[in-house]
């Protein structure tokens, strides 16, 4: 490894190899994805979220909730997601495919919230949590979020549900 | 290995410097070297202070409850970003191109490029760290500053670090050192996974499970090829200098070096197992970790084999650099070998999402790179300030104070991650006291550390070979 060039080249097939492989392999294979019917001429899935909802997405990004909450559920062969009642079916990568920015997350401080909106509480009641959490939950109180705010997050939390059949997860009748 | 003017040595061994007074080499590189790590020890400071707040946040969490900036999710970013391109950074533009200065007896004349890099990079990290305690951060950890400030820290970057590539360019005599492969190696790959991670995640984001394998792709090469890299061509430089003889079976070092850059990258969907990503680049994922053994086993016999002769440990105890470094050394034995068991599906299925994941980065970015890094300051800094370490105290607070830190933080985020996979109900707050505890003994090292850092450089004579502290 004398050669400058040589190490260089080296390091970018390195490099450019694991890219390709990895990551355009992956965009050729999952990069069409759309909505689409479980069967056809059915509802269209994932659904689009609502204005409001879209806003309590930029509430959520902006306190890092995603530092304590994952959006994935695991298949029942890999951890116990399902059993713990996070959703009712794995997470497959079309339930994604209109999150300009995907909040997968990578840790569970708090429980995953993919299909949160399906086990929410009322709306009164999660904006009340939020603020002032029960005793004995680690969570942080939210006092300070504003009404508008407040509601928004409770919109985009009500709004994530993964419990509709897609063509690559479906519902167990 | 071809020596031109200069007395043969054998291989494996990098070339002795012991200059009397400061070279012309270390002469050019003193400013430069200087403003990369006085920025790095006050970003480690603030870096400190955050995770020790982040820390409490964990099992207090009404602790600054009322003030929103102090947001759990933005101090962890903000501690992640400030630990990371603060101290990470800048300490590894300064030691990496040190050591490649020293390699290739380069004799810098273009200092003003360097430090012009560290201050755009050290303004634009600034400006992205206050964003994200203002809440404008993203989704990604490592990635959740400001988009804009990207393409600033990628410019810096090419400014401060690429100084090492030309280093071993204009290298004298034709040699070469492990050391160098990796600086150089590592100095090339990140700009260019920096570029695509940006692109694919932050400005022209790629359909939404990509983003997040995209994203694991990235802080996988960033973990391996830029902090472990770098961290190991120190401790391939410092090692075998340190207690005088030659690396042992250096043959095997080509192996583990290019083995380390192909399979890291290829083994980062082994952190989406079980997401919604193809089951085909899961397996993939896991079969690259599994075959991360091939570099760790590498390292193992280059370092194992020399600190085991004629009483390398003991001397490397009685060592502050080796103390450090070796210290180091083994953190990276260790992470690479959880790295490979804790990929495999039964594991993972039990121990993701917990702290788990978070104990074997600290073993990483903390346990290897850093400890690594303070033993290279401790070696540096006397010959480039000529002065002493002010305080022999401070220099035993420091190390045991890290070196404790690091043990409870890293046993703790292991232990709790192990308790939480197995129990989830289980409480975690005696875990997560215990990395506050760990949290704040780190500080208490870092402070230590900086304060006799400082008074080190405020008291810089005439450098000369007096006073080091190796």
């Known amino acids: ?173 | 290995m071809s020596q031109e003017n200069r007395p043969a040595r054998p291989p494996g061994r990098p070339p002795e410097s012991g200059f009397a007074r400061l070279s012309r080499t270390e002469a050019g590189l003193r400013g430069p070297f200087l403003c990369f790590f006085t920025s790095a020890v006050l970003w480690l400071v603030v870096a400190s202070v955050l995770a020790l707040v982040a820390a409490v946040k964990l099992h207090r969490p009404d602790f600054l409850g009322a003030c929103e900036p102090a947001t759990y999710g933005r101090v962890a970013a903000a501690a992640r970003d400030t630990f990371v391109y603060g101290w990470g950074f800048n300490a590894l533009f300064a030691v990496n191109f040190w050591i490649m200065a020293q390699l290739g007896r380069f004799e810098f004349r273009n200092g003003w490029l360097a430090t012009l890099g560290g201050a755009t990079w050290n303004l634009a990290l600034t400006y992205g760290v206050v964003q994200v305690i203002r809440g404008d951060l993203g989704g990604f950890a490592l990635l959740d500053l400001p988009r804009e400030v990207g393409p600033v820290l990628l410019v810096a970057f090419l400014l401060s670090a690429l100084w090492s590539v030309v280093a071993y360019a204009r290298r004298s005599g034709g040699q070469h050192f492990v050391s160098q492969w990796y600086i150089v190696a590592a100095t090339f790959a990140l700009p260019l996974v920096y570029l695509l991670a940006q692109l694919m995640v932050l400005w022209f984001p790629t359909v939404g499970a990509v983003q997040a394998l995209a994203h694991a792709w990235f802080v996988q090469n960033l973990l391996f090829l830029w902090f472990g890299a770098s961290a190991l061509a120190a401790a391939y430089y410092f090692v075998p200098k340190i207690l005088g003889r030659p690396l042992g079976h250096y043959y095997l070092a080509p192996i583990g070096f290019w083995t380390l850059f192909l399979f890291s990258g290829l083994a980062a969907p082994a952190a989406l197992l079980g997401g919604p990503i193809p089951v085909w680049l899961q397996s993939v994922g896991v079969v690259a970790s599994v075959l991360g053994l091939v570099p760790v086993v590498v390292l193992a016999i280059n370092f194992l084999s020399t600190l085991s002769v004629d009483g390398g440990w003991g001397r490397s105890w009685n060592s502050t650099t080796l103390r450090f470094v070796v210290v180091g050394v083994v953190s990276f034995l260790l992470f690479g070998v959880l790295a490979a068991v804790f990929s495999t599906r039964d594991l993972s299925a039990v121990l993701a999402f917990t702290s788990f994941a978070e104990g074997q980065v600290q073993l990483l970015t903390y346990g290897a790179a850093t400890m690594v890094l303070f033993g290279a300051s401790y070696f540096i800094l006397p010959r480039l300030t000529g002065s002493l370490w002010p305080s022999t105290k401070l220099v035993h607070v420091h190390f045991w104070s890290a070196f404790l830190g690091l043990l409870v933080a890293v046993g703790a985020a292991l232990a709790g991650g192990w308790q939480a996979g197995h129990q989830p109900s289980a409480p975690s707050t005696p875990w997560a006291l215990a990395g506050s505890v760990a949290a704040f003994l780190l500080l208490v090292g870092h402070v230590a550390f900086a304060l006799n850092a400082f008074g080190m450089i405020l008291a810089s004579t005439t450098p000369t070979s007096e006073g080091r502290h190796d």
């Not at chain 1, 509802?43 to 959006?71: K, M, N, W």
């Not at chain 1, 920015?101 to 840790?107: A, E, M, N």
């Not at chain 1, 086990?119 to 006092?143: C, I």
């Open chain 1, 1 to 173: 490894m004398k050669n400058l060039n040589l190490l260089l080249a080296g390091v970018f097939f390195c490099v450019a190899a694991v890219w390709s492989g990895l990551l355009v392999t992956a965009q050729v294979q999952l990069g069409s994805l759309g909505r689409a019917p479980a069967e056809e001429g059915g509802p269209l899935f994932p659904s689009r979220e609502p204005g409001l909802a879209i806003q309590g997405r930029a509430v959520y990004v902006d306190l890092g909730c995603v530092a304590c909450h994952t959006q994935q559920v695991r298949p029942a062969g890999q951890g116990s997601d399902i059993a713990r009642g996070y959703g009712v079916r794995p997470s497959v990568a079309r339930d994604y495919v209109l999150q300009p920015q995907v909040l997968l997350g990578q840790r569970r401080v708090g429980p995953d919230l993919a299909n949160y909106g399906a086990r929410a509480k009322s709306d009164a009641e999660l904006a009340a949590f939020l603020a002032t959490p029960a005793a004995g939950v680690n969570h942080p109180p939210y006092a300070f979020l504003t009404a508008e705010r407040s509601a928004a997050l409770v919109a985009y939390l009500k709004s994530l549900r993964q419990d509709y059949s897609s063509p690559e997860a479906k519902l167990k009748q």
